[in-house]
């Protein structure tokens, strides 16, 4: 699976954003997708999991009813809606795939395959 993230951009604090991810080839519905972020000098984290049929979701904490990650099999992309956006989200935010079981949906390591990231920057 090859995945292709974009949309990111500059946005004021308060302002949304909508990333996409587009994965190649038939089998995008067989895996739980995701979004991470990375911070300049932090560590990569977990932003948000859908299952593979997009019933069941999963968000970090902080993002909590700021974001929304949905998905569309019929076009083998996923999303990651961004509302309320404040500076400290600003990050690169890359879509990954895995075949893994829910419960580890938080955890990187687990995941197969990487987009290559779309940056996000939030001014104050």
């Known amino acids: 699976v090859q995945l292709q993230a974009s949309g990111g951009g500059l946005v004021q604090a308060g302002g949304s954003l909508r990333l996409s991810c587009a994965a190649s080839?038939?089998?995008?519905?067989?895996?739980?997708m995701g979004w991470f972020r990375q911070a300049p000098g932090k560590e990569r984290e977990f932003v948000a999991a859908?299952?593979?049929?997009?019933?069941?979701?999963s968000y970090a904490d902080s993002m909590k009813g700021r974001f929304t990650i949905s998905r569309d099999n019929a076009k083998n992309t996923v999303y990651l809606q961004m509302n309320s956006l404040k500076p400290e989200d600003t990050a690169v935010y890359y879509c990954?795939?895995?075949?893994?079981?829910?419960?580890?949906?938080?955890?990187?390591?687990?995941?197969?395959?990487w987009g290559q990231g779309t940056q996000v920057t939030v001014s104050s």
């Open positions: 990954a795939a895995t075949n893994t079981v829910w419960g580890l949906v938080k955890n990187l390591n687990v995941y197969d395959y």
């Open positions: 080839g038939r089998t995008f519905s067989r895996y739980i």
């Open positions: 859908i299952a593979r049929s997009g019933t069941t979701t």
